[in-house]
């Protein structure tokens, strides 16, 4: 039985970084390191207070996790001290808890209850929650292989080893199909090797769940694209069934806007990629932001992972610039009432240690030197309005006056225009929709037979707990293809 009225003796308290100094002096996670003791008791306090509410609006899919944590029940085994049991519930919606608690922006916090108002301090830290019962878990040598019981004789393909892929591979492993995890990169993790900075999450902690997967049967084969190294026949041939977990890699260009063609200026995946490389020993990168002016077009998550980065890299300067208005520190109730996600400014640690935000501005010119370098950007306040008949969005100038800012490594963090082209999709004999994604039917089954799509290939790019959801959710729908009937759960379902 939870606490009713722990909230009324806690307030929130989130996690202590390191300082500044530090942080931005190596690549390692920004949170300290606390005691474990120390930390294990902060995280039952903040637990406490949790009031288990009638209606818990932060596991229900609608507003809160996707993946429908049992939310309330974890949080009440830690009030209790009872991490192990708290770890097996965790762990009974979600395969990979310790991506989420260090990467999910964590939509049930928006919409737990205690987010409607400032005076109730705060709502429940539950990804904080979440990653402590993860890393207990580990600790405690608690998270081990769990071996399938039986052998279902049946083989499935896994494109791609991002969450999704990851999930959906674990959960058919699991359920006694032979499972081959094919990577076209030389390391296996998707978005989460060479997309995301170890100052969010460091790769061991990726490759620590890889490990256990390969304890419990899952192949992986790296450096092999399907449709090319294994052609679409040998793939229908030698598999039952075959999951597409490609992502959402096409990076959104900005080539109407003048000087786009100048060097300096990338797509945000070709700067990040190579730096995350960097880290894992590949050699320096080619893009680099040492000794720059950096400037970083988006105001996302992205957007931020570029801004960190080039702290780091010894950027000069650093300015992130957005086009839509500064939002509110705390919640704009009339823009987005609770349990919705919140419209409220987005701070990330990264823009705590250095740089500035820019609002209400766009890019009107790259502007560069005589060797075809960018060294300026010129910029106009603008307005983003929407069209009240269409819905579409348009950005319209405000004033006649131009801002410059120096700019020697310009980054475009604006979005993701769908899956990349590739000969395996042709191969399948599949089509792109409108929004650059792969479309299934209601059994997350696409055109082709057999094939089936989960994570950003099928709902664009989106947040991990989402690529989670949908991989665990594709697996039961394939375990069901092969077998006729599935004990798997589907927590969400095709949009
Ligand atoms: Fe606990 Fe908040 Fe969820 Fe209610 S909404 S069960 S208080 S975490």
């Not at 990804?127 to 580990?138: F, G, L, Y």
């Not at 780091?312 to 823009?335: K, N, W």
């Amino acid at each position: 039985m939870a606490d009713p009225k722990g909230f009324l003796r806690y307030d929130r308290v989130d996690p202590p970084k390191r300082p500044r100094d530090e942080r931005v002096s190596d690549w390692r996670e920004v949170y300290a390191d606390l005691d474990a003791a120390e930390r294990d008791r902060a995280v039952r306090t903040q637990a406490t207070r949790c009031m288990d509410c009638g209606i818990p609006f932060c596991h229900s899919g609608s507003a809160g996790c996707p993946l429908g944590n049992l939310i309330p029940e974890w949080n009440d085994l830690v009030r209790q001290g009872d991490w192990a049991r708290a770890a097996d519930r965790l762990h009974a919606t979600n395969n990979f808890p310790e991506f989420t608690g260090k990467l999910c922006p964590a939509p049930c916090e928006a919409a737990c209850v205690l987010a409607i108002s400032p005076s109730s301090g705060g709502p429940v830290s539950i990804k904080r929650v979440e990653e402590t019962i993860a890393a207990h878990a580990w600790e405690s040598g608690e998270v081990r292989a769990q071996q399938a019981t039986v052998s279902t004789g049946r083989s499935v393909a896994v494109v791609g080893s991002g969450p999704a892929g990851l999930a959906a591979a674990q959960q058919l492993t699991r359920a006694g199909h032979e499972v081959t995890v094919f990577e076209r990169d030389d390391r296996l993790g998707g978005l989460l090797r060479y997309g995301i900075p170890e100052f969010k999450m460091e790769k061991k902690v990726l490759d620590r769940r890889l490990a256990q997967l390969r304890e419990e049967g899952t192949t992986f084969v790296t450096g092999c694209e399907v449709g090319v190294d294994v052609t679409v026949e040998q793939l229908r041939e030698r598999f039952d069934a075959v999951v597409l977990a490609v992502g959402a890699l096409r990076g959104r260009d900005d080539t109407s806007t003048p000087g786009r063609d100048l060097e300096g200026i990338h797509l945000a995946m070709e700067y990040l990629v190579p730096a995350n490389r960097e880290c894992e020993g590949d050699g320096p990168s080619a893009v680099r932001a040492d000794g720059k002016h950096v400037v970083v077009v988006g105001g996302g998550d992205t957007g931020a992972d570029c801004y960190g980065t080039a702290i780091r890299q010894g950027a000069l300067s650093v300015t992130q610039l957005d086009r839509y208005p500064q939002p509110p520190s705390t919640r704009d109730d009339e823009r987005s009432p609770w349990p919705t996600w919140p419209y409220v400014l987005r701070t990330y640690p990264v823009h705590e240690e250095a740089g500035e935000r820019r609002f209400a501005v766009a890019v009107q010119r790259f502007v560069g030197d005589d060797e075809g370098r960018v060294r300026e950007i010129e910029l106009r306040h603008v307005e983003v309005r929407r069209d009240p008949e269409t819905g579409n969005r348009e950005v319209v100038p405000i004033g006649e006056e131009i801002d410059r800012l120096p700019a020697d490594l310009v980054l475009l963090a604006i979005g993701f225009d769908g899956v990349e082209r590739m000969p395996l999709l042709d191969g399948l004999g599949l089509s792109l929709t409108g929004r650059g994604t792969v479309s299934c039917g209601p059994d997350w089954q696409t055109r082709a037979p057999g094939v089936f799509v989960c994570g950003d290939a099928h709902r664009g790019a989106s947040l991990v707990v989402w690529a989670i959801a949908e991989g665990r959710s594709a697996a039961r729908a394939v375990d069901e293809y092969l077998t006729g009937a599935s004990d798997l759960p589907a927590p969400v379902h095709p949009t």
